[in-house]
T-cell receptor
Framework: GAGVSQTPSNKVTEKGKYVELRCDPI?????LYWYRQSLGQGPEFLIY????????DSGLPNDRFFAVRPEGSVSTLKIQRTERGDSAVYLC?????????????FGPGTRLLVL | KQEVTQIPAALSVPEGENLVLNCSFT??????LQWFRQDPGKGLTSLLL?????REQTSGRLNASLDKSSGRSTLYIAASQPGDSATYLC?????????FGAGTILRVKS
């Protein structure tokens, strides 16, 4: 597609369950980013992929969060044992090469609600 | 700690007014600064990107300035329109990550 797409657009789950959120970056973009946006706040950085490898995962809040990008295109953010505090909009972005001073293009996000 | 602050948190203006949104950041070792627009239920749209070596960027009715030494940026919107109503986010790039402010919610009344 023309832009970054994310699925599902909304996800409701129960506390303790496992969830997977998917991101399809712009075709040809080697850099991919995940951010989390809580209500009334700006997005917070989670992880950055360059190709298949996680170049910076310093934003992942704890070991319940994990992300993969096995073929260097689609990425999946995985959350184990979800907690109510995980409720947020999860945003994915991509950029062409990941070099500094390059625009990141954002997807519409996945709204996660943990009951 | 790298922090970005935006003032005001919300702003309501009549159509046609010129307005200024403010952004400040604590760590001046930035690579660039971007202003984004966020509409409800949609992703972020990049409006302007100012490289660390630049002082300002312009696009149509939008003008963004950057003063790296003082840690400040402003987004100027001329002749505001109801279609400008959205949340405006300031983001500073450190390495490969963006650090965002909490945003300014703008409402332009017709």
């Amino acid at each position: 597609g023309a832009g970054v797409s994310q699925t599902p657009s909304n996800k409701v789950t129960e506390k303790g369950k496992y969830v997977e959120l998917r991101c399809d970056p712009i075709s040809g973009h080697t850099a991919l980013y995940w951010y989390r946006q809580s209500l009334g706040q700006g997005p917070e950085f989670l992880i950055y992929f360059q190709g298949t490898g996680a170049a910076d995962d310093s934003g992942l809040p704890n070991d319940r969060f994990f992300a993969v990008r096995p073929e260097g295109s689609v990425s999946t953010l995985k959350i184990q044992r979800t907690e109510r505090g995980d409720s947020a909009v999860y945003l994915c972005a991509s950029s062409l090469t990941g070099t500094y001073q390059e625009t990141q293009y954002f997807g519409p996000g996945t709204r996660l609600l943990v009951l | 700690k790298q922090e970005v602050t935006q003032i005001p948190a919300a702003l309501s203006v009549p159509e046609g007014e010129n307005l200024v949104l403010n952004c400040s950041f604590t760590d001046s070792a930035i690579y660039n600064l971007q202003w984004f627009r966020q509409d409800p239920g949609k992703g972020l749209t990049s409006l302007l990107l100012i490289q660390s070596s630049q002082r300002e960027q312009t696009s149509g009715r939008l003008n963004a300035s950057l003063d790296k030494s003082s840690g400040r940026s402003t987004l100027y919107i001329a002749a505001s329109q109801p279609g400008d109503s959205a949340t405006y986010l300031c983001a500073v790039e450190y390495g490969n990550k963006l650090v965002f402010g909490a945003g300014t919610i703008l409402r332009v009344k017709s």
